[in-house]
């Protein structure tokens, strides 16, 4: 039976071999697998044991061959962790191993790890790698067995240790698919299974790049056991699996777009209010800078149109009319109450005296 699931990207901790470096070539061999089991621990179910197959068919050599990189503590967001890289086509398997030769940088931030791979003060290295499709066997009173027979190795990185199953790589995607293939199991499901060591790991981002699930080839999981379930039951907790995550991440989704819409609505609210009532930008951009809300934006901008009728004031010729105020003063109200409901007539109730400015 073949089930299609979602995986991490894992690591395995590999070795330099001091005795191999050129120092005129500025390289150095690196096992970047022997096979060994690793012991894994998933999301559901129990844990189970991994075996990476070395069978030159199954280990899928594109990427180191043309170069993969070879980073500083699996980190992928700067140019500057790159320190080297795999010699095109030198990656092969040999022996019951995978073997390549790196080629260290000449920058000059570099010469220091150079140096200390060469006086084998840096034995530790580690491969990052995806693996396309396990077949999954159940031996006699063991865990089950999952053998890598598609996979990956995508780059190597030096590690201050390399027994480190804390460790792991920081990116935008942490899963990609990989076809699980069951023997002597009868097909009856489909569909793709979310898996990762970790419960809120997220699963619809970008593809192809590493996680921080990671386990090492020579370290045991010291993940707790899940308790053990009815196998009924427990085959139908891991359809719901998916279902219960996608569920958080789509409504998460959602008030992040209700909230990003919320904000564009109050900011554009403040810049065109502000504009019609001829008001500095640098007020605006000031209540768009405290998150002042729409209400009070509204309150603050009327009180500094009152502010700037009251600056302007001028005295030079004094009318006083039967109601008791300067006429400029009441025409300048009448037009800020004109301009007011221009913008929002729902808002700003129209007077009798700003009838003759509404246009």
Known sequence: MDTM???????????LAPNSVDTDARTVEVIWSAGAWVRRSTLFGEPYDEELSLDPAHVRLDRLNAGAPFLKVHEIDTLDAV????????ARVENGRGIA?????????????????????????????????????????????WRAVDWTPFEVSAVPVG??????????????????HRRDVSPTQTGAIPMTDKPNAPAAEAKDQPS???????????????????????????????????????????????????????????????SRLNLERSFAEDLVKRGTDIGE???LILDQVAAKSEEIRTFSQVSIPLGG????????DAVANALLHRYSPTLFQLEDAARQYRG
């Open 5 to 15: 699931i979602e995986l991490p990207a894992m690591r395995r901790s590999a070795e």
């Open 83 to 90: 320190i080297g890289s795999v010699v095109p086509g030198s």
């Open 101 to 145: 030769q790196l080629r260290i940088s000449e920058r000059a931030d570099v010469e220091p790890i150079w140096r200390d791979i060469q006086a084998g003060h840096i034995r530790a290295v580690s491969i990052g790698y995806q693996v396309h499709r396990f077949e999954v066997s159940k031996p006699e009173a063991a865990r089950e067995l």
């Open 163 to 180: 027994a480190d199953p804390a460790a792991g790589f920081r990116a935008q995607s942490s899963l990609h698919d990989c076809v699980l």
């Open 212 to 274: 921080d699930s990671v386990a090492t080839e020579d370290t045991t999981m010291t993940e707790p056991k899940a308790p053990a379930t009815d196998p009924k039951n427990a085959a139908v907790e891991t359809r719901a699996q998916p279902k219960q995550q996608a569920t958080p991440a789509l409504d998460t989704e959602v008030v992040a777009t209700r909230a990003r819409e919320a904000e564009r609505d109050r900011v554009s609210t403040i810049y065109d209010l502000a």
């Open 297 to 299: 934006a509204r309150r």
């Open 325 to 332: 105020r300067d006429e400029a003063i009441t025409r300048r």
